[in-house]
């Protein structure tokens, strides 16, 4: 399992998707996230529960809900992803809340409406008008549950932390002096809630950064290794290859 940050922490994101036999592995992010398969199957599952898509029908996944995604033989699909800031009167009534079934069915209207989307030729009014009549549908026909003490708000805090002190240290340690909460506690909340440890969480993040810079950038492979928080080539080395399968030279060059 994998935080996906690229689909979090942005306070107006909205994103569309659409593709054919699409399968994506277990992650979680900070988003609101509408799948519907509009031809063949598709096996979602969400927080260990699986649901089989067939045309027309629909998911509603919560922010920090973890989720994969699974063609068995044929799927088409579309997907919308969009920030809790751009329907946050509905964010907040579900604050402290899980539905107990993510699956629903949209109307045509909507879906039609949704499936034809350009989000970045909306107005603010617009999209936040059509991302809230979506979030409506699903709530005509969801059930909620009280959230069992799954510290996502306390994530939230770690996730960022993470983010703006990657290049520096952002140890278990330092956490602890930011948050106020005891290391230890800090470790078994994020093992317990995401799967990772924490330590591993900052070193695959770093990786990943470190992915980006060799595949776009023009710094040496040492220089890539300090900016992206390693405090040593060696330690830069075997870890990029423990996550990517590759050293940071054959990743570049390959992507070269």
Not at 19 to 41: M, Q, R, Y
Not at 73 to 100: D, E, M, N, W
Request: charged content about 20%.
């Amino acid at each position: 399992m994998f935080y996906e940050s690229a689909n979090s922490m942005r306070a107006n994101l909205c994103k569309t998707e659409s593709g054919t036999d699409f399968s994506f592995p277990l992650h979680l992010h900070s988003s609101f996230e509408w799948i519907t398969v509009t031809e063949g199957e598709m096996q979602v599952t969400v927080d260990g529960v699986c649901h089989t898509l067939c045309m027309g029908e629909s998911v509603l996944i919560f922010p920090h809900q973890a989720h994969a995604l699974h063609t068995p033989t044929h799927s088409r699909h579309f997907l919308c992803i969009f920030s809790q800031k751009l329907v946050q009167a509905y964010s907040k009534s579900v604050t402290g809340k899980r539905p107990k079934s993510n699956l629903f069915t949209l109307s045509p209207f909507f879906l039609n409406e949704l499936l034809s989307a350009h989000v970045s030729e909306y107005s603010e009014y617009r999209l936040k008008g059509l991302l809230y009549s979506l979030c409506g549908e699903f709530d005509t026909q969801a059930e909620y549950v009280e959230r069992r003490g799954d510290g996502a708000e306390l994530l939230d805090v770690i996730f960022d932390f993470v983010e703006r002190n990657y290049t520096k240290d952002c140890s278990l340690h330092a956490l602890s002096a930011h948050t106020g909460y005891h290391y230890v506690y800090l470790s078994h909340c994020f093992k317990q809630y995401t799967g990772l440890s924490y330590t591993d969480y900052v070193i695959r993040y770093r990786v990943n950064e470190a992915s980006y810079r060799l595949r776009n950038g023009t710094e040496t492979i040492l220089q890539t290794a300090y900016d992206c928080g390693f405090d040593s080539l060696r330690s830069f080395n075997r870890n990029f290859k423990r996550v990517t399968a590759l050293t940071p030279q054959e990743y570049r060059d390959k992507k070269g």
